[in-house]
């Protein structure tokens, strides 16, 4: 387990307690992302010809789509997860406060793509 614990840790550059938090923060919020676009999708099964995926107070919806895009929110929180882990573990090497902050721009557009994706879900309710 503590080698599986290494390995990670030195993909996202994490070498303290801070690092792991923001690691695991980021992992619970685009975990919670998934299951919150997965729960809406399978408690509608028949009512999914088109979803509206954004919205503005100007113009109002201006974003209708099929229902397989909505995965686009937390398929985006998944690779800027792996590739700002890529690069935290990269600039770790060289700079740790680099690594750590990069790691906590991880935490946050993981949770401002979150809020997407549930203010998505409360639009289609």
Known sequence: MDEKKGNLGRFFGVTSRTGWF??????????ANWLTVIVFLVSRPGTLGFL???????????????????FIYPGIGLAVFFINGFFSGILAKKHRMFGS?????????????????????MLNR
């Open 52 to 70: 509206r995926l954004h919205y503005t107070a100007a113009l109002g919806v201006d974003w209708v789509a099929e229902w397989w895009k909505l």
């Open 101 to 121: 902050l990069l790691l906590g721009t991880t935490a946050v557009v993981e949770i401002f793509l979150a809020v997407g994706a549930i203010l998505v879900v």
């Open 22 to 31: 923001l690691v695991s923060l980021a992992a619970v919020v685009l975990l």
